[in-house]
């Protein structure tokens, strides 16, 4: 199925149950006085976490979703029942935004989570309220208030611990083939990979992490071209990048340190906390070189960029190299993790059955 990662929507809570005007009609009772009752708050609308879904397809044919109006009041002092809530299912690590501010409202990350996108409208009052010494026969009520609506923009930020970056044709879908049980597109010209992939990489038990197959970013993506500018987000969440470069171009004439700066460039242009991110350096295509070769070209790149960071020589074709790569991923994955813990047992899950009409 092909990925679907943008959508948008408009949600519509229920209306509020208007109050009811009414008096007692008791036999023997002539003036039984005012008996209105309340009318029913409206359902709000809320999207919850899937873990069993995976795109938002779903959302390219049912665009409109609208919770229930409250009932009106009646006669006797009854009030309307309230209407009911419409939950819609959304998969995990969806974020919402409102279509018209451009605010966003939040991010659904656990599955189960549950976000509030339009409250219900409030319930109009009875005419018994408005009863007073001086008022016996009060004939006012008041109308519930209008749910509220809005068009809402629906974003997948795929959630995976591993980004790979770099140009088309770096051999990003290779790699990601050879370590993981993806099976991506692979083919020798660029821009085979139009969509994202994912892969579980398992070392053992309870050592595995994912990485993600983001299609290539070419100049000019930070501001719209090709597919870079709809793809950069989902680098977002990463917790790490593997910037894949080329070591052993079919041209010659290219030079792999402007390639990486090209990258440098668009990440830059999309988000300085995302070009902050940690990021590995992968020299693709060793096998391509004879050793002395491949060494002489790794030393003048990290020197024309003045690297600082990890450096590693694999061959995504051959496999070699992959394993330690994998198994340096894992321990710092781990050691991430370890850090992130204490901010996770601080957070509080949300009360499923919450709502702010209660």
Request: with cysteine.
């Amino acid at each position: 199925m092909k990925f679907v990662d943008e959508a948008r929507i408009k949600v519509i809570a229920g209306d509020g149950g208007n109050g009811c005007a009414s008096f007692r009609r008791e036999k023997y009772i002539p003036k039984g006085g005012p008996d209105g009752g309340d009318g029913g708050h409206g359902g709000s609308v809320f999207l919850i976490a899937d873990s069993g879904l995976n795109t938002l397809v779903d959302f390219r044919t049912q665009r409109t979703h609208k919770a229930e109006r409250g009932q009106n009041g009646m006669g006797r002092e009854r009030t309307g029942r309230k209407g009911q809530n419409l939950h819609v299912r959304v998969p995990v690590g969806t974020r919402v935004m409102d279509e018209m501010t451009g605010e966003m409202i939040g991010e659904l990350l656990e599955s189960g989570q549950q976000l509030l996108v339009a409250s219900g409208g409030e319930r109009g009052i009875g005419n018994i309220h408005f009863k007073s010494s001086t008022n016996r026969t009060p004939r006012q009520f008041t109308y519930g208030t209008e749910g509220e609506r809005r068009e809402l923009l629906l974003e997948l930020i795929l959630l995976a611990d591993v980004g790979l970056l770099g140009l088309p044709n770096a051999g990003k879908s290779s790699l990601i083939s050879k370590i993981s049980s993806a099976r991506p597109k692979v083919a020798d010209y660029p821009f085979t990979t139009l969509h994202p992939n994912l892969g579980v990489v398992s070392l053992g038990q309870d050592q595995s992490f994912v990485v993600a197959d983001i299609p290539g970013v070419i100049e000019g993506a930070a501001e719209g071209a090709g597919l870079g500018l709809q793809f950069l987000k989902h680098l977002a969440r990463t917790r790490l990048l593997l910037h894949l470069v080329d070591i052993a171009p079919m041209d010659v004439s290219e030079d792999p340190a402007q390639q990486v700066r090209q990258i440098e460039q668009e990440l830059f242009g999309f988000s300085e906390d995302l070009a902050d991110k940690e990021r590995w350096l992968v020299l693709n295509k060793k096998d391509l070189l004879l050793d002395d070769e491949y060494e002489s070209k790794r030393q003048q790149l990290i020197q024309s960029l003045e690297w600082q960071g990890p450096v590693y020589g694999i061959s995504a074709a051959t496999g070699e190299g992959l394993q330690k790569l994998s198994a340096d991923l894992m321990l710092r994955l781990e050691a991430i993790w370890r850090e992130e813990r204490p901010e996770q047992d601080e957070q509080v899950p949300m009360d499923e059955s919450w709502d702010p009409l209660d």
